[in-house]
């Protein structure tokens, strides 16, 4: 898929502030760091679309970006945060559980997980709670460029590993980089085959009788 256009819409607080659409929408989640406004900046090919930050916490809200004029990238608020007082941290897991429960026009979401770490209990446990309730999740492994590839295979291997004594089944795994761009094709052609096809142009069937005019 080709991206035309991308431009940010609105940043809702909750999901009673999410824009009413009905456009298919694709949300970006993981810890705080893990690199999921990078990720979305380098899917629109657009540098500055999406805050990023070296420190922890910089996106607070839920941030929706129209590509194409015809899907939604949605940027989340990373989790474990640990800058964030309590009821800052209830709140976020209230409005976030809420947007990703009940967000009708949300399709699919991404769950980012840095390829340079072992397993994390936390990724763990919101994978588990993903597919407790039911929803259609991917992994996504970030920032490949910063271990060797075996480093990266196998921290992906073991992760990959702990999903199974989980019994946890996401849809796909990609490994991206925001900075070599990595798995932008794999995950674009990967959206687009989960967006309703357009509908082929019908040949027309009204009969021309301009040639007896002649
Ligand atoms: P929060 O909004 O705080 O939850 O963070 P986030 O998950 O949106 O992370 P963000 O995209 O802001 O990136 C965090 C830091 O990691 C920034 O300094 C980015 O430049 C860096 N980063 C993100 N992705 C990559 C990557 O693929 N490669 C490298 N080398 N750095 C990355
Ligand atoms: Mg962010």
Redesign the pocket.
Known sequence: MKVDTAQFVISAKDLEACPASSLPEFAFIGRSNVG??SLINMLAAKKEL???SSKPG??QLINFFKINQAWHLV?LP?YGYAKLSKSKQQAFNRDISAYLTERTNLKHIFLLVDSQIEPQGGDLSFAEWLQQCGLSYSIIFTKTDRSSEIQVANHAQRFVEELEAWALQPTEIFYCSAKTKKGRGLLLQWIDRQLPKKPKKKPTNRLNLDWMQR
């Open positions: 999921k406004s999406a805050h990023t910089k996106t940027d990373g």
